[in-house]
């Protein structure tokens, strides 16, 4: 498998990775394409194609700061689940340095939910039990209430605050210019 890293959307299996993105992830927990546009070539924002040859084998969003990689999304494609991609494509990822990272999943309600959560456990996350309100993507929704989930060990109720504070006004407002992160 090859990880591919796109800075704007004019690669050829961008609209094949922006469809398995639309269609895997509800309108709440997903960036609108013209923000998606807008973040690409930010130094921190990582849109990662993983590829099995030409084949899109599934999509890595994530963003690496300095104390933790935030995993954003997450996705195989459909027709290909079942084969172990996620697991080798996470483990993959984890193996990549020694920066902690970080997710959110929905609080296991339903049994979706809870084979997801188990996934990341069966690959070395924790679920951290405080819960956590994700902003929303899009105006005129409310905040998403999440849980986090961390490798390679739990996080402290400091270090949720840091992320934040200091994380979120760029992951979910842009408010800085990509030149400057």
Request: net charge neutral; aromatic share 14%.
């Amino acid at each position: 498998m090859n990880f591919l890293r796109l800075t704007d959307t004019s690669h050829s299996h961008f609209k094949q990775a922006w469809a398995l993105y639309e269609q895997a992830f509800p309108l709440e927990e997903r960036r609108p394409l013209a923000w998606q546009r807008a973040i690409m070539p930010y130094a921190h924002y990582h849109f990662e194609l993983i590829l099995q040859e030409e084949t899109l084998v599934g999509i890595l969003l994530w963003w690496g700061f300095e104390e933790v990689r935030y995993l954003e999304h997450f996705v195989t494609t459909p027709a290909l689940r079942g084969r172990g991609y996620g697991k080798r494509i996470l483990e993959s990822f984890t193996n990549r340095d020694a920066r902690p990272i970080l997710l959110e999943v929905e609080p296991p309600r339903e049994e979706i939910q809870q084979r997801r959560i188990r996934f990341y456990e069966q690959s070395g996350f924790a679920l951290n039990h405080h819960f956590y309100q994700q902003p929303p993507y899009h105006s005129g929704l409310q905040p998403l209430t999440l849980l986090l989930m961390s490798y390679p060990e739990s996080l402290t109720p400091e270090a949720v605050a840091y992320f934040v504070n200091t994380r979120h006004p760029l992951i979910y407002r842009l408010r800085t210019s990509p030149a400057t992160t």
